[in-house]
């Protein structure tokens, strides 16, 4: 297939990342006879398998570019995808090409009947990956899962180190025990014998994560850590901690005091991996090589514009904490937003700090699922900021670019459906003559 006629095909499959639609009868067992049709691809190298309610996509990349450094060949498959879905499967930080994602889903596609099963977009893809990197001979593949852990289409993997970044609120009704029933979901994908790096540190699910069949549990907090961590120019100074060994002078180029907990939780899965400790030098070098597209990524100056797929609670007080400690607001800052169904947009607004906004600028991203936009800005008006609705990112980012002042922070944020096209609108713009 080429790429055209391979999304086609995607798009004739369930997509629930795009409605969001509950699963019923949640079950491996489609997806398990998917990849025994393909001969099961994602038993060819060893895996690293990452779950958490954020931090997720932070943490694969950290341990690509530090797996990389070390020299080896490395697999990446993340989701969702910012602008294109090329980014979703890479190989040392480069996305796959058209053409080679064309053809790796054409082969799901043409084995789809073979198998007895009709799969959903996600398996499709998930499949798709696990046969290009056994393609082309990746030496590991680093695999984030897309929700949960336990049922998800990843987890029919192998994985030599399991990680969970940390259990928070989101995809869940927060109705009673909440917090150990996702936990419980998470550490679904701790396979016997492998390595465990857990970065929850809450007491009270520690002796859930402390169940599992792993042959060892690396605990944050107690095994690793990030023990000392200071500004510096264009992100943060550290010293990590594993039960290997402690690293200190690296460079983490990137905004917000949890990448520091992430950092430590990717040195910690891949010092696990190898079973030693990394050389420091790679260390630093894998660290200062990092790149996080839509993570409170500065993408314009004079106005400032920053990018942060801030999508729940968490996320959304960790960007309001990151714009407090880390830029002095010579001028008003100016926000950009939107959010999918399942937020509370007041809530989520109160959480990103939206009250010190000089003005936001409410959208409706491009979803099913969206919220719209009046309602967003009714919202803000409640909280006693001044806001406006439009209807698309594109008209509230050049609305808030011609409103903004060379000394003004303009503050896109929410969805990931916000984030990615407000991306691809400054690239364009930056690119025409």
């Not at 402390?210 to 944050?220: E, G, S, Y």
């Not at 120019?233 to 594993?242: C, E, H």
């Not at 989520?348 to 699922?369: Q, V």
Request: proline share 5%; with cysteine; aromatic share 6%.
């Amino acid at each position: 297939m080429n790429l055209p006629t391979a999304l086609r095909y995607l798009e004739q499959h369930t997509n629930l990342e795009a409605t969001a639609g509950r699963a019923e009868g949640l079950s491996l067992e489609r997806m398990q006879q998917l990849v025994s049709v393909l001969g099961d691809p994602q038993l060819a190298y060893p895996v690293i398998h990452i779950t958490g309610t954020n931090g997720k996509g932070s943490v694969a990349r950290m341990i690509t570019e530090l797996l990389a450094a070390a020299g080896l060949a490395v697999g990446t498959y993340t989701s969702p995808h910012l602008e294109a879905i090329n980014e979703r499967i890479s190989r040392n930080g480069e996305p796959i090409s058209d053409d080679e994602l064309g053809q790796a889903i054409g082969t799901v596609a043409a084995v789809e009947g073979l198998a007895g099963i009709t799969p959903s977009y996600f398996e499709i893809l998930t499949a798709a990956a696990f046969g290009w990197f056994a393609d082309v001979a990746v030496d590991v593949a680093v695999i984030e899962v897309g929700m949960l852990g336990r049922y998800d289409a990843t987890n029919v993997v192998e994985s030599a180190v399991a990680v969970l970044t940390n259990v928070g609120h989101d995809h869940t009704d927060g109705q009673g025990a909440w917090r150990q029933a996702i936990a419980g979901e998470k550490v679904g994908i701790v396979k016997p014998g492998s390595t465990f790096v857990c970065g929850e540190v809450a007491p009270e699910l520690h002796d859930l994560l402390a169940d599992t069949p792993a042959a060892r549990t690396w605990w944050r907090g107690d095994d690793f850590d990030c023990d000392q961590h200071v500004l510096a120019f264009g992100g943060r100074a550290l010293t990590l901690r594993t039960p290997l060994g402690v690293v200190d002078d690296i460079h983490l180029p990137l905004h917000g005091v949890h990448q520091t907990d992430n950092a430590a939780i990717a040195l910690a899965a891949v010092d696990a991996f190898f079973d030693r400790q990394l050389d420091e030098e790679v260390v630093r070098a894998g660290f200062g090589g990092v790149r996080i597209p839509g993570r409170f990524e500065i993408v314009h100056r004079e106005p400032t514009v920053a990018l942060d797929a801030a999508h729940n609670l968490d996320g959304a007080r960790a960007c309001a904490a990151t714009l407090q400690d880390e830029f002095t607001l010579l001028g008003s800052l100016i926000m950009v937003v939107g959010f999918l169904g399942g937020r509370d947009p007041e809530e989520m607004l109160e959480a990103l700090g939206a009250k010190d906004a000089g003005f936001i600028i409410a959208c409706t991203p491009d979803s099913p699922r969206a919220i719209p936009a009046p309602q967003v800005a009714a919202a803000a008006d409640r909280l006693g900021v001044v806001a406006e609705s439009v209807s698309s990112v594109d008209e509230a980012l050049a609305r808030a670019l011609g409103l903004a002042g060379h000394d003004d922070f303009i503050m896109v944020t929410g969805s990931l459906y916000v984030v990615g096209p407000a991306r691809t609108y400054l690239r364009t713009q930056a690119d025409a003559p």
